[in-house]
């Protein structure tokens, strides 16, 4: 799918897949192939896509034309200002966070699933565009992908216990349960982004099961996820 909340940057191409585009986890065997076809059909050269290797940390990478067709081992966020290089990240529950800066002309991308935005995948990605372009937060774009909504996303107490700095993202209905679209939005404006910057696309993984992989609902042997994307289009 693509992604209207940025329809008024037609320089931009982001999206991401959907379950009959088949399993696009890193590693997969089936992966590659279901890569290959889904970019092609996209128009996008599959030697153009950089994939984050993913370990629910926190570190970001700075990309282009060399790390083009590789995937960057130990990263969960990515970003860039080579017009020719495609950031992508996996999910199936988690959120895809997608930046855009159209005066710095910089866009990045970054996994967001509990423990990274716990471990700061979220600042650090400001960070990075703040320290190597120059970015001024008040002046980028950011658009949460489809993930988890809350009304699925059930939290132990330990889990709970660790984000009770965003009370108003936790909710007590005889379980815990998390809203990490807020804890994002929250950490977003803490750092300086305006709230009518920030676009929230809405969609549940967990509910939509013709469209998403959800890792919650389906409670895979093998991991199934998509992929989401972003960079210039030529």
């Keep these: 799918m693509i992604l209207e909340d940025f329809s008024e940057y037609p320089e931009i191409i982001i999206g991401v897949s959907e379950k009959p585009d088949g399993n696009m986890k890193l590693g997969a065997r089936e992966s590659k192939n279901n890569r290959e076809r889904f970019f092609s059909n996209k128009k996008i050269p599959f030697t153009s ?8 940390g926190a570190r970001v990478k700075i990309v282009g034309k060399k790390n083009r067709g590789k995937i960057v081992k130990g990263t969960d966020g990515l970003a860039t200002k080579d017009r020719g290089t495609i950031l992508t990240v996996t999910v199936a529950d988690c959120i895809p966070i997608y930046f855009y800066d159209q005066e710095k002309q910089v866009v990045a991308i970054a996994h967001g699933g509990w423990k990274g935005i716990l471990a700061g995948i979220v600042l650090n990605t400001l960070t990075a565009l703040e320290d190597n372009f120059k970015v001024n937060p008040k002046m980028l774009r950011v658009l949460l992908g489809p993930g988890i909504q809350r009304c699925h996303y059930e939290i132990q107490n330990n889990v ?4 009770k700095m965003y009370p108003k993202a936790l909710f007590l209905k005889e379980k815990h349960y998390l809203d990490l679209f807020k804890v994002i939005r929250l950490q977003l404006v803490e750092k300086g982004l305006r709230e009518e910057n920030i676009s929230v696309s809405g969609q549940c993984t967990y509910e939509d099961e ?3 992989f959800s890792y919650r609902r389906d409670k895979p042997k093998t991991v199934q996820a998509m992929v989401a994307f972003i960079g210039f289009r030529n």
């Design 49 to 56: 896509v950089v994939s984050a290797g993913l370990v629910h």
């Design 210 to 212: 013709t469209r998403f």
């Design 160 to 163: 709970a216990e660790k984000f």
